[in-house]
């Protein structure tokens, strides 16, 4: 397998606090690969790092061997890199179809000059695959800001898809879902990587859709990688349970 | 909206002056359609969560350029306006990707900080400007060496009017008005799909300075004389009540604004002191009771979810 997602040597400092330093890893096309760490460790940094929104202070960041490192995030948005949010941005007062529509289309006219020239650009098939992928076709007529919690969620993650991305960044998906939401999310995203062929990069807190759904793990503590490998590798590195699992940490 | 009753109201005041036959209701009713574009031109850059107070200076270059092109090299006074239009749309492009990377009450200072300098310079380049005394004499408007009227030029200025208003009803009405939203909302989130927010606050801060210009070199030609009052900060005071008063959240709330302070301005004139005092209450009136302004009137309510 290729690399998808290469990060060398990766440092951002906010002035004198180092939130990322020489964080080096890289993603399979294909994989699955989850970043965790104790709150404060720099997830969301280093997250918002690769998508541009912060620049590095030192090393680079490549997709599929270009250099994306000093790119907005725009630009690395346009170059097949996704993601969702923790707090998840729709349009309340439109359907569910309209809200994947706008995403697409927000998405190609990404200036006026591509407004004027991709104009009549048909997306509803696109809005009629995504939303039975999402399994949520049936709701493409309801107000986006009716939907409950766990399809808003979902929602985002269709409006992401309807950029056609080749890498989705994840920003803790399953924040604030019940346990069979959750359950369908980590199926969801397996789903997305087998049928869509996604290469999937997620941060999140709940261990058990971490353990399940990730090939590899990425372990981060005040900034530094403690250690990269599987689900049983990371379950079994003591440093890593001592560190941040706690020693009373048991895996679900 | 109950567009019907509201289009029919603006339809009667653009007929007015021919229904009340009076020179002083024909000379409120100009001041009105040339206003429009203003109150438009900077409810543009509201769109974009961005509170432009340049308008004003971009209203000068258009009346100084179009002033002077006719009066010093006789260009054409129609293709003067188009000129002075377009002086705008050179100049915002040059200063909008600068200003507008800053978002705020930043924004809002260094647009204050542009309009004031412009209007310097109207009034220390004595020998192009004219200084504080301005530049009278501007010939009246004319095409093909036809001269216009008070009633064509009426119609004229309606026209304008009518078209930027068209073209900012079609900007809310379609993607545009969208991709505005969204980026209001959550520019993150644009951004990471691909979105060159700068690009599209760029677009509408020259859109809206190209409104302002074609407005200043009608006034100049309206007026037939200019100084560098009409385009100082008080200008800028007026836009911003028009908006207020009027509703800033819809395109129709800049023309219901215009329509009513416009007047207002005019019979206040006698009474400049008390002008600001009248703005004083209106806006903690509208602001702290009347958010979405004159224009919630006419639309219906929202059914409560």
Not at chain 2, 182 to 203: K, T
């Given at each position: 397998m290729s690399t998808m997602l290469e990060v060398k040597g990766l440092v951002k400092r906010f002035g004198g606090l180092t939130a990322s330093s020489n964080v080096t890893f890289a993603v399979d096309h294909r994989e699955i690969f989850g970043i965790i760490g104790p709150n404060g460790a720099g997830k969301t940094t280093l997250f918002n790092?690769?998508?541009?929104?912060?620049?590095?202070?030192?090393?680079?960041?490549?997709?599929?061997?270009?250099?994306?490192?000093?790119?907005?995030?725009?630009?690395?948005?346009?170059?097949?890199?996704?993601?969702?949010?923790?707090?998840?941005?729709?349009?309340?007062?439109?359907?569910?179809?309209?809200?994947?529509?706008?995403?697409?289309?927000?998405?190609?006219?990404?200036?006026?000059?591509?407004?004027?020239?991709?104009?009549?650009?048909?997306?509803?098939?696109?809005?009629?695959?995504?939303?039975?992928?999402?399994?949520?076709?049936?709701?493409?007529?309801?107000?986006?800001?009716?939907?409950?919690?766990?399809?808003?969620?979902?929602?985002?993650?269709?409006?992401?898809?309807?950029?056609?991305?080749?890498?989705?960044?994840?920003?803790?998906?399953?924040?604030?879902?019940?346990?069979?939401?959750?359950?369908?999310?980590?199926?969801?995203?397996?789903?997305?990587?087998?049928?869509?062929?996604?290469?999937?990069?997620?941060?999140?807190?709940?261990?058990?859709?971490?353990?399940?759904?990730?090939?590899?793990?990425?372990?981060?503590?005040?900034?530094?990688?403690?250690?990269?490998?599987t689900p049983a590798h990371v379950q079994s590195d003591t440093s890593v349970i001592d560190a941040y699992l706690g020693e009373d940490y048991e895996f679900a | 909206m109950r567009k019907g009753l509201l289009a029919g109201l603006l339809v009667l005041i653009a007929a007015a002056p021919w229904i009340v036959k009076s020179g002083y209701v024909f000379h409120i009713a100009t001041m009105i359609a040339l206003t429009i574009p203003l109150a438009l031109s900077i409810n543009l850059t509201l769109k974009l969560d961005q509170l432009s107070l340049a308008q004003p200076a971009f209203m000068g270059i258009g009346a100084y350029t179009a002033a002077l092109l006719t009066m010093r090299l006789g260009v054409s006074p129609s293709l003067a306006v188009l000129a002075g239009g377009l002086l705008a749309v050179v100049i915002s492009a040059v200063f909008g990707p600068i200003f507008l990377r800053i978002k705020g009450v930043y924004f809002v200072l260094l647009t204050y900080a542009f309009g004031q300098i412009v209007n310097l310079v109207f009034q220390e380049w004595t020998s192009l400007f004219g200084g504080n005394n301005g530049l009278y004499g501007i010939p009246r408007f004319s095409i093909f060496s036809h001269s216009f009227g008070e009633t064509e030029y009426y119609i004229l200025g309606l026209a304008v009017a009518a078209l930027f208003f068209f073209v900012m009803y079609a900007i809310e009405r379609s993607d545009v008005g969208a991709i505005f939203q969204?980026?209001?909302?959550?520019?993150?989130?644009?951004?990471?799909?691909?979105?060159?927010?700068?690009?599209?606050?760029?677009?509408?801060?020259?859109?809206?300075?190209?409104?302002?210009?074609?407005?200043?070199?009608?006034?100049?030609?309206?007026?037939?004389?200019?100084?560098?009052?009409?385009?100082?900060?008080?200008?800028?005071?007026d836009l911003i009540v028009i908006n207020v008063i009027g509703g800033p959240g819809s395109v129709f709330g800049p023309i219901i604004g215009t329509i009513v302070v416009v007047p207002l301005l005019e019979f206040l004139r006698e009474m400049r002191q008390y002008q600001f005092l009248v703005y004083g209450f209106c806006l903690v009136f509208f602001i702290m009771f009347f958010r979405q302004g004159l224009v919630s009137i006419f639309e219906r309510k929202r059914e409560v979810v």
């Open positions: 790092v690769i998508a541009g929104h912060y620049r590095p202070t030192a090393g680079s960041i490549l997709l599929e061997g270009r250099k994306i490192s000093g790119n907005s995030s725009d630009q690395i948005g346009r170059q097949g890199v996704a993601r969702t949010f923790q707090a998840v941005h729709l349009f309340h007062e439109e359907s569910v179809a309209e809200n994947l529509r706008r995403a697409a289309m927000i998405s190609s006219c990404h200036n006026p000059v591509a407004y004027f020239s991709q104009r009549g650009e048909k997306v509803s098939a696109k809005v009629e695959s995504v939303s039975q992928f999402l399994g949520v076709a049936h709701l493409l007529e309801t107000k986006a800001g009716g939907l409950p919690y766990g399809h808003q969620k979902v929602l985002g993650i269709g409006m992401a898809l309807m950029t056609s991305p080749r890498l989705l960044l994840m920003d803790e998906p399953v924040a604030g879902l019940n346990p069979s939401e959750k359950r369908a999310a980590g199926t969801l995203i397996r789903r997305l990587r087998d049928e869509l062929g996604l290469t999937i990069l997620l941060v999140e807190h709940d261990m058990p859709l971490v353990m399940s759904t990730c090939d590899r793990i990425l372990v981060i503590k005040q900034g530094t990688p403690l250690t990269i490998g | 969204a980026l209001n909302e959550d520019e993150m989130f644009c951004r990471s799909i691909g979105s060159n927010a700068q690009s599209w606050r760029v677009a509408a801060f020259i859109m809206s300075a190209f409104m302002a210009g074609i407005a200043g070199a009608l006034y100049a030609f309206y007026i037939g004389f200019i100084s560098p009052d009409s385009f100082g900060f008080g200008a800028t005071i």
